[in-house]
């Protein structure tokens, strides 16, 4: 029997479970849906799919470093415990290495992507579920490349819940590199340089502090020139090269890269469930709720 996008859509919403798993029980059932409902949950997949709709706003970030090719990801779990189970830990090395290896553009791409073990990482994720027992994905990635005269920045703070990668062209001084990247998981810049920020963004700061004077009373002769000093501090808040270098206060993040003969390219900087709500009830509190059921 053909299995079509409808029957893997119905069977993907009755279940909870990645495509390429309900495509899968259906050619293995010839197309019966409750047959294939069934096929699921004896694989753990529909038991897993169960939990998907549970927070899991915990989690670890990670980077790998492989030569010239690296990657930083975020693998988010329901609780503080489960991300510091070592299952949890080898999942995240092992999605860590497949996304080096084959290099997917999007989370979509990264789920359809076929491990060693034959499994897509949807599956292998799915697997995980089923065995530790708390909802998890791979929430997101970012792969880089760069030239033997590059260094890759790789650091994890307070055992991975905030990661940065950065890039410096110029030199090979991973030191260097790991030192910017400590800088960025301490002081957080939004931007590298100044010519990163859109003008739009600059003018609306400027529209703010020029207000900002205007209210506390400043002559309207001398707000001009105050707003620019202001937009400094601004720059200085929000740019990496701006800051003073936290391992020496007395230098700017771009004289600490120049002395190195570098040039920092570009950073990501993941902190751990940032934008993700967090869950309300504590430990104590599930499991008097499963008690009760």
Same mark, same amino acid.
Do not use: W
């Given at each position: 029997m053909a299995i079509t996008a409808q029957m893997v859509k119905e069977l993907r919403e009755k279940t909870g479970a990645g495509m390429m798993d309900c495509k899968k029980a259906l050619q293995q059932t010839d197309g019966d849906m409750e047959k294939a409902i069934d096929f699921l949950r004896e694989k753990g997949i529909a038991s897993a799919a169960k939990k998907a709709d549970r927070v899991a706003a915990e989690g670890i970030t990670s980077v790998l470093v492989e030569g010239n090719d690296a990657v930083i990801l975020e693998v988010n779990a329901e609780t503080d415990f489960?991300?510091?189970?070592?299952?949890?830990?080898? @999942?995240?090395?092992?999605?860590?290495?497949?996304?080096?290896?084959?290099?997917?553009?999007?989370?979509?791409?990264?789920?359809?992507?076929?491990?060693?073990?034959?499994?897509?990482?949807?599956? $292998?994720?799915? %697997?995980a579920i089923s065995k530790i027992g708390e909802n998890m994905n791979l929430r997101r990635f970012a792969v880089k490349t760069k030239t033997d005269n590059d260094a890759?920045? %790789?650091? @994890? $703070?307070?055992?991975?819940?905030?990661?940065? @990668?950065?890039v410096v062209e110029g030199t090979s001084d991973a030191d260097a590199a790991k030192?910017?990247?400590? $800088?960025?998981? %301490? @002081?957080n810049p939004k931007f590298v340089s100044r010519d990163e920020v859109s003008p739009e963004e600059v003018e609306r700061e400027r529209q703010v502090l020029t207000q900002q004077a205007l209210n506390e009373g400043k002559p309207e002769n001398i707000v001009a020139k105050m707003v620019e000093g202001r937009l400094g501090k601004y720059f200085e808040d929000v740019c990496l090269l701006d800051q003073a270098f936290v391992k020496n206060p007395d230098q700017k993040v771009r004289q600490f890269v120049e002395s190195k003969g570098g040039k920092v390219r570009e950073f990501v900087r993941y902190e751990v469930g940032e934008g993700l709500e967090k869950r %309300?009830?504590?430990?104590?509190e599930e499991v008097m709720n499963q008690m009760k059921k």
């Open positions: 489960v991300a510091k189970n070592e299952a949890f830990q080898t @999942l995240v090395k092992e999605l860590g290495e497949q996304l080096l290896k084959a290099k997917p553009a999007t989370i979509e791409e990264a789920l359809a992507s076929t491990m060693a073990n034959g499994a897509t990482v949807e599956a $292998h994720i799915n %697997a890759f920045g %790789a650091y @994890l $703070h307070m055992g991975g819940r905030i990661g940065v @990668l950065s030192d910017v990247s400590m $800088h960025i998981a %301490a @002081l %309300a009830e504590n430990f104590a």
